[in-house]
């Protein structure tokens, strides 16, 4: 590299740390520790291998930059204010209310895909990017800067077994060792071949480095152009703090302004006020996508006995048929969920993820980065393993579906560590999350249908064992809707169900008519949102609400109700799964749990 070209890179990191220190400074807190050990790395991919046009964020063919390491948001943002995005006035408005220049990066800035910040999430996400490049044939690169703290986590181990395993050699991977994490040195310090051991051993090609040569790590970045068929780690080893004497390398120092900004920056040489030309990517041509057809739903027959997991998968492959940006992923059940209906017909589209559930809910978001309408497919209680991928996810507002399986006593024999018992709570909880629960076939069919042009996360919970259909062939099940299945003027009370509840709720509706007692029922499929005027007109008409579910009491559909009627005053009994399960049967799991259709004729006696 010519000295000229050093000069400059070495005078743009300075800046990059200058930034990074001004803006803290300006915020009052941050992490320009953590910016500027990875500055001189970030100068020369922007100078020299970035592909990236920031007037059109939006071109198929830009590379994509993750900072896993979010904490390092003020190097981030330095580094846009030098590609002419962002000014100097907004870069100071770091931490600001109302500003974009958030504590960590969110897509609120058009140039970041998703939020970062959650440490071990970066790497998952860009293997799902990364997968994507192959699936629509482009020739963007995907890059990673990870923090050396963060390799700790088991999501990066996750996520490294799965790009060697596939090959993603459009994935390069930029670890920043810098020997510090938050309370002291991190487990191998500076040992870079330590890293370099372990991602070789999952297939990676690896790059040891030092990252504060600028030659060096230009040589590095070509080396991983050249790599075919492996993903590439390029493991530099750095110092925290870097270019300050009272905090380079030092302990104690990790996410705090610089306690004297300015002679830190008379340290760095000053401000100065650098332009880098990140170069736009060659024109590539339009995203590879699949051709679609006419969507032709599965049917059944009322009073046939479907299990709704069946149900969901004929409609997935269905939809696959009608719509050509659909894809599947798969945690090594999909003879179970029934995504296997939709691998078999569309395998180019269906993603084998393996028992890895963090990098099935990272690999669906790195899809859904790219335009593509993941369904992401577990037994409900295994998505709880990846549940701050999801709640990110929440916050990145990533379009991506998740079905959980086997969810509820109900399931039977397997017992408590296979029942998905507090996935309602879960997903309710994630921000603009849409939750739905069907009880029959038809109603599976449908609202999978229905997920596929939703915003944000969505979850559809599916029941393991065969239920009679109860609705009719081609009938509509709006999100925020729910279908009144009895409902009289004598009503004493009404009965709120979802799922496997319903037939037992509508069972038990029978006994207690038989009795002299009316009741009415609603299946309430949409938990979220709810369908708040059909429970006020059950709460100020009848006065007596009975939720049951299979579920515990916290959060489910009995909370959900509650939130809905809860200033108009009306009795609420919630019945839900409060013991610890064993092995049963399904019948005698609903039970032994109080919530089949004698503990339900029980309730509304009790309660009328």
């Not at 979010?70 to 995005?85: E, R, V």
């Not at 559930?357 to 409900?380: D, I, K, N």
């Not at 507002?397 to 086997?406: A, K, N, Q, T, Y």
């Amino acid at each position: 590299m010519a000295e000229r070209d050093l000069r400059f890179l070495g005078e743009l990191a300075a800046q990059l740390r200058v930034d990074s220190v001004r803006a803290s400074a300006e915020a009052g807190s941050g992490h320009p520790t953590s910016s500027m050990s990875a500055a001189d790395l970030m100068a020369v991919l922007f100078a020299h291998h970035l592909r990236y046009d920031f007037e059109d964020p939006g071109n198929p063919a830009n590379d994509h930059l993750i900072f896993s390491k979010g904490h390092a948001s003020p190097l981030l943002y330095s580094l846009f204010k030098a590609a002419g995005a962002v000014t100097d006035r907004e870069l100071l408005r770091f931490r600001k209310r109302g500003s974009r220049m958030e504590g960590h990066p969110t897509p609120r800035l058009p140039w970041v895909d998703v939020a970062t910040g959650s440490l071990g999430q970066g790497l998952p996400v860009g293997v799902g990017v990364a997968m994507a490049g192959r699936l629509e044939r482009m020739p963007y690169r995907v890059w990673v800067l990870c923090g050396d703290s963060e390799l700790a986590e088991g999501s990066i181990w996750e996520a490294a077994e799965q790009a060697g395993d596939t090959g993603l050699d459009n994935l390069t991977l930029v670890v920043d060792v810098n020997r510090l994490g938050q309370r002291g040195p991190t487990r191998h310090g500076w040992d870079t071949g330590a890293y370099a051991r372990r991602f070789g051993a999952f297939g990676w090609h690896t790059i040891e480095v030092d990252g504060h040569d600028p030659g060096a790590i230009d040589d590095a970045f070509q080396e991983a152009h050249g790599v075919r068929g492996r993903p590439t780690a390029i493991l530099a080893r750095t110092r925290k703090g870097e270019g300050v004497r009272a905090v380079a390398d030092r302990e104690g120092a990790h996410g705090k302004p610089l306690k004297e900004p300015e002679p830190a920056v008379a340290e760095l040489g000053g401000e100065r006020d650098l332009r880098v030309e990140v170069r736009s990517p060659d024109r590539a041509g339009e995203p590879y996508r699949f051709e679609g057809g006419e969507l032709v739903l599965p049917e059944y027959k009322v009073g046939d006995q479907v299990a709704t997991r069946s149900a969901f998968g004929e409609a997935l492959a269905a939809l696959g048929a009608a719509r050509g940006d659909v894809v599947a992923l798969d945690g090594e059940v999909a003879d179970s969920t029934k995504t296997e209906e939709f691998g078999r017909a569309f395998p180019e589209r269906f993603f084998e993820m393996y028992i890895a559930e963090q990098q099935l809910v990272a690999a669906a978001m790195g899809l859904a980065v790219r335009g593509w309408v993941p369904y992401a497919a577990t037994f409900a209680a295994f998505l709880t393993r990846a549940y701050d991928f999801i709640r990110m996810a929440g916050v990145s507002r990533s379009p991506i579906r998740l079905v959980g399986s086997h969810a509820g006593v109900s399931i039977g024999e397997d017992g408590p560590s296979q029942m998905g018992l507090e996935d309602l709570a879960m997903m309710r909880a994630v921000y603009d999350s849409t939750v739905l629960y069907p009880c029959d076939a038809n109603q599976a069919a449908a609202l999978t249908v229905e997920m596929a042009d939703l915003t944000g996360v969505s979850y559809l919970r599916t029941t393991r064992g065969a239920t009679p259909v109860i609705h009719q062939q081609g009938e509509r099940f709006p999100i925020g809707g729910s279908c009144v299945l009895r409902r009289s003027p004598s009503d004493r009370a009404t009965i709120v169900a979802a799922g496997i509840t319903v037939h037992e709720a509508l069972a038990a509706a029978e006994t207690l008519a038989a009795e002299g007692v009316q009741v009415g029922v609603v299946d309430m499929y949409s938990i979220k949102p709810i369908d708040t005027a059909v429970l006020v007109e059950a709460a100020t008409t009848t006065g007596n609400l009975i939720t049951v579910e299979d579920h515990r009491p916290e959060g489910g559909l009995g909370d959900a109700v509650l939130d809905a009627v809860s200033e108009l005053g009306p009795r609420v009994v919630k019945l839900a799964v409060h013991g610890m399960p064993g092995s049963a049967t399904p019948g005698e799991q609903l039970a032994d749990a109080r919530i089949d259709r004698h503990a339900i004729v029980a309730a509304v006696n009790r309660l009328v």
